[in-house]
């Protein structure tokens, strides 16, 4: 959603995700600039908004050898940690 001040109204955002499967976790970043998305297809989305197109953009950042089922970020919005059912801990680097 994005505020809209003059009209004093929140309006729907648009998230093109381009996931094959269906997003099973998702979490904000501390900065509150990014989030990221844990996919079925076992791969992790970061997306970010871009205020030309005024829509948010994925990025994909790492494969599992599993669906991603949990995503949690580092107080820094650095790094990334995810969680999949085959026991497997990833930490990605995803500074800006």
Do not use: Q
């Amino acid at each position: 959603w994005d505020y809209d001040d003059g009209a004093k109204v929140w309006r729907p955002a648009f998230v093109e995700l381009a996931a094959p499967r269906a997003a099973l976790c998702v979490s904000w970043a501390p900065n509150g600039l990014r989030f990221a998305v844990g996919l079925a297809s076992r791969d992790v989305a970061i997306c970010y908004y871009r205020s030309e197109c005024r829509c948010w953009v994925a990025m994909k950042v790492g494969r599992s050898k599993a669906s991603v089922m949990s995503v949690a970020w580092h107080r820094t919005s650095n790094f990334l940690a995810t969680g999949s059912p085959d026991g497997r801990c990833m930490v990605y680097d995803v500074g800006e």
